[in-house]
């Protein structure tokens, strides 16, 4: 019997989510999920990179609707402009919400996703929410008064602002993710030749996630500068945008390397990197957790309630992984730490941290929990 007979009755999902990847990713991963397994499925989206998330949604044969209001307003001058898109973007939730009729709403984070769960709990429809940093954020803490549980990624620092039931049922990741993790000899070969490295040289993995990192990028350039030529060093850097121009400026650089503004296949970047420097964005923690690897976390300094250096804080106890504020990295200090690793590279390579905070199920389980709701 296969699992569409399994299930006593189809159900529909009505997943909003927006803002950075990090709320987008998971999002689809529990549409797909929950297509195949228990009925159709609808994301709701917003945030500037709408477009870039309505593409990749549709490649996946997921059907989404734009329902967008932006950000929470920095400044006290914007508020009202703020509030009128709110009331707007309710009314159309409202409309879009009587007519769809899903049977459960899933509620990503963020205020981009607020108007369509506050619909549906003036609707009556049942309301779940997922949190994917180690701070429950405004809008679901406030939605938590109203849902029916709110399932977190990590452990989180504020569990006093959480009104509803809560769950630590981890960070749904790509099941490619774990595919390369788990027989990454596998795919080390392949990655390599892709990116044009060496099997036996010290790789580091560079890169900003979903936001960017300008001056990222520009400290590992000046660092990478201070490195010595006998160093059997090799990267690669994502860098977001200008990987052409950075790529001119390094033609002479003897260390082997790739530069891209963008890298699909990211997993196979993680199975043969040594060392990461990166964010500490939730999406990036759950994936390096996937590989156990070690990494270098530079919060972004920007994250609503500061929440990427307190995801680092958490992620970073008991492993070989750390953080650095980066009003604090320079390209000397980066440089100590790279070849602080470097002499640790023929040891750690024998050993990973262990996944602490992810299950291979953690989305099936939080999908079963949903579905079984009456």
Known sequence: MDKQNKISKKKSIVISCGGTGGHFLPGLIFAKEWKKSYGSAKMVLGGRNILHFIEKASKEGIPTVS??????????????????????????????????????????????SFPICLVSIICGIPL???EGNSVVGLSNRILSKWAKKLFLSFPVVNPEDVKCQSLVAGFPIREEFYQIAEKPEKYCQDALKKYGLKKDFFTLFIFGGSQGATKLNRIFLETIQLLDVSDKIQFILITGKNA???????????????????????????????????????????????????????????????????NARIFCEGTGSMFIQENSLNPQK?????????????????????????????????????????
């Open 67 to 112: 329902i967008n209001q932006g950000g929470y307003p920095k400044h006290f001058l914007y508020y009202p402009f703020f509030i009128i898109k709110i009331l707007y973007t309710t009314l159309l939730s409202y409309f879009f919400l009587k007519r769809e009729k899903p049977d459960v709403v899933l509620g990503m984070g963020s205020f981009v």
């Open 128 to 130: 779940f929410l997922h």
């Open 334 to 374: 980066l440089c100590e730490q790279i070849k602080e690793r470097l002499a640790k590279f023929k040891e750690d390579r024998t050993k990973s941290d262990k996944s602490r905070f992810l299950s291979k199920n953690t989305c099936k389980i939080i999908l079963k929990e949903i579905y079984s709701i009456k």
């Open 244 to 310: 052409e121009k950075i790529k001119l400026t390094l033609s002479d650089l003897p260390h082997p390397h790739y530069i891209a503004n963008y890298e699909d296949e990211i997993g196979l970047c993680y199975s043969i990197a040594d060392f990461i420097i990166c964010r500490s964005g939730a999406s990036t923690l759950s994936e390096i957790d996937v590989f156990g690897k070690t990494a270098l976390f530079v919060p972004f300094p920007y994250a609503s309630e500061d929440h990427q250096t307190h």
